[in-house]
């Protein structure tokens, strides 16, 4: 756990000038959880970690095997209780081969640490191993070829509470196309073993627009109320 100067940093990062008692009202947070049936994905069968991790390395099931300097993985803890899932390398993380390794991943880090997470405790992944040309938006094709590694390395954390960070994220592991303004302040659920999704806003994003940063606070106090409800 974080020492409080250093939640009281990571707060600050987030724009954060006090803590929310446990039991205040979240604006904007549906009472009744939702549930959503996930996009059926493909499985990369019962792959352990170093298969799947030799498997992701010398993957080419899109073009994009051939810009890449090497595939991001992930990062974190194997046996974490969060999954964070983000959109994909960017050039920062295509050259150390870490997701969120830029500045949007410090962002990330304020945004686990506000929680009391450090990085090290959660599951950092994306829904492309691969970075896009020019940081573009990832194509369908290329999600759906990458969608077996994701959902393996979902099955092999069994994390507690996945955290979508982002409308690429979100969309994605939801099978849906609604706008991530709707997609905020909802309970959804992931696969078989049902694990509760929450959805929030890029770090990316934020710090284009940082004025949200508050209501990604109130997301973030959202997915913790979902992780104490347990799974
Ligand atoms: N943005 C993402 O969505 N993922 C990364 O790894 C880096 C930036």
Redesign the pocket.
């Known amino acids: 756990m974080l020492d409080s100067r250093a939640r009281q940093a990571a707060l600050a990062a987030m724009d954060i000038v006090e803590w929310l008692p446990r039991t205040a009202q979240i604006p904007g947070v549906a009472e009744d959880a939702r549930l959503v049936e996930t996009a059926p994905l493909a499985s990369a069968g019962a792959l352990n970690w170093d298969e799947l991790e030799t498997a992701v390395a010398a993957c080419t099931r899109c073009a994009l095997a051939a810009g890449r300097t090497q595939t991001?993985f992930g990062v974190g803890n194997r046996a974490a209780d969060w999954m964070i899932i983000?959109?994909?390398?960017?050039q920062?993380?295509d050259r150390q081969g870490?997701?969120?390794?830029?500045r949007?991943?410090q962002l990330?880090n304020s945004m686990l640490e506000a929680l009391g997470l450090a990085r090290e405790q959660v599951f950092?992944a994306?829904?492309l191993k691969c970075r896009p040309p020019a940081?573009r938006d990832p194509e369908l094709a290329e999600a759906a070829a990458c969608a077996g590694w994701l959902a393996r390395q979902i099955e092999l954390v069994a994390p507690r509470l996945i955290l979508c960070?982002?409308r690429?994220?979100a969309q994605n592991l939801l099978g849906t196309q609604t706008p991530i303004g709707k997609l905020r302040g909802q309970r959804y659920s992931y696969g078989p073993r049902e694990i509760p999704v929450v959805v929030t806003w890029?770090?990316?994003y934020l710090l284009r627009s940082p004025g949200e940063k508050r209501r990604a606070w109130q997301d973030l106090l959202f997915a913790k109320q979902v992780f104490g409800q347990g799974a």
């Open positions: 991001v983000g959109e994909a390398p960017g920062e993380e870490e997701p969120f390794v830029g949007a991943g990330l950092i994306n829904i940081n960070v982002g690429i994220a890029h770090p990316a």
